[in-house]
């Protein structure tokens, strides 16, 4: 195990243990997994401070929307720890395709009055836009499978833990999937469309968005949670 990527995660999993992500008792767990070890050393997007930013930002109790993605985006430019979030000028197509269907569905005017694609005003409302893989090295498929598969048991810790949460305080929870890879979850977690709003669609990219703007997302998101949301800060 290399001793800064050890130091680093110790680092990282004592903020996520006080923002309620991991207990003490699966810290070492995770700390001594070879394959999250190897995906941290060759991470190249985002940036290693970056990883954790979905969970860093967003603290379990204040979570009230759970989106998924798969992975970070291939530009550098762009990820930087949410998912489908972008720190660069041009807007990613997945994107631009959400802002649409929330102006749409909402009546609001992203993009003309916020000339930004970064979504960390809805992580600080309790927005949790988690990748189902936290790194990514380069554009080669295996690569990004491996990375995906390494990640898959931290996610789903940290998904059980969410959904444990939300179930045992009686609290309210959108869950929003976009395409098959993210509904998949509800296989491993059949329970969730009991507990939950879960709310599936087309994925944004697919097509040109148009089954993903039929859909109606955020304004089902929306109604459900009685409009504590405020989509258009960013």
């Known amino acids: 195990m290399d001793a800064n990527i050890k130091d680093f995660l110790v680092n990282k999993f004592s903020l996520l243990e006080k923002n309620g992500w991991i207990s003490q008792k699966d810290f070492l767990r995770f700390i001594s997994d070879e394959s999250i070890n190897i995906c941290l050393k060759n991470c190249e997007k985002p940036k290693?401070?970056?990883?954790f930013y979905a969970l860093e930002i967003t603290p379990l109790e204040k979570v009230k929307v759970l989106i998924i993605g798969q992975d970070p985006y291939p530009n550098a430019n762009d990820a930087h720890?949410?998912?489908?979030?972008?720190?660069?000028?041009?807007?990613p197509y997945s994107l631009a395709r959400i802002f649409?269907?929330?102006?749409?569905?909402?009546?609001l005017n992203i993009k003309k009055n916020i000339k930004k694609n970064e979504l960390t005003g809805?992580?600080?409302?309790?927005?949790?836009?988690?990748?189902?893989?936290?790194?990514?090295?380069n554009k080669n498929q295996k690569?990004?499978?491996?990375?995906?598969?390494?990640?898959?048991?931290?996610i789903l810790y940290i998904l059980n833990?969410?959904?444990?949460?939300?179930?045992?305080?009686?609290?309210?929870?959108a869950i929003i999937l976009w395409g098959d890879k993210a509904q998949s979850i509800l296989k491993i977690f059949p329970n969730a469309e009991d507990n939950f709003c879960v709310?599936?669609?087309?994925?944004?990219?697919?097509?040109g968005g148009i089954h993903f703007k039929?859909?109606?997302?955020?304004?089902?998101?929306?109604?459900?949670l009685d409009h504590s949301i405020m989509w258009d800060k960013l």
Request: glycine share 4%.
């Open 100 to 107: 649409e269907a929330i102006n749409s569905e909402l009546g």
């Open 81 to 91: 720890g949410l998912a489908f979030s972008s720190r660069a000028t041009k807007t």
């Open 214 to 224: 039929s859909a109606k997302c955020f304004e089902k998101c929306d109604k459900y």
């Open 122 to 137: 809805w992580a600080e409302q309790g927005v949790l836009l988690l990748n189902m893989g936290l790194t990514h090295k």
């Open 143 to 154: 690569e990004i499978e491996y990375h995906i598969a390494a990640w898959r048991p931290f």
């Open 199 to 207: 709310i599936k669609s087309l994925h944004p990219a697919y097509q």
């Open 48 to 51: 290693l401070e970056e990883v």
């Open 161 to 173: 833990r969410l959904f444990e949460y939300k179930k045992d305080h009686n609290q309210k929870l």
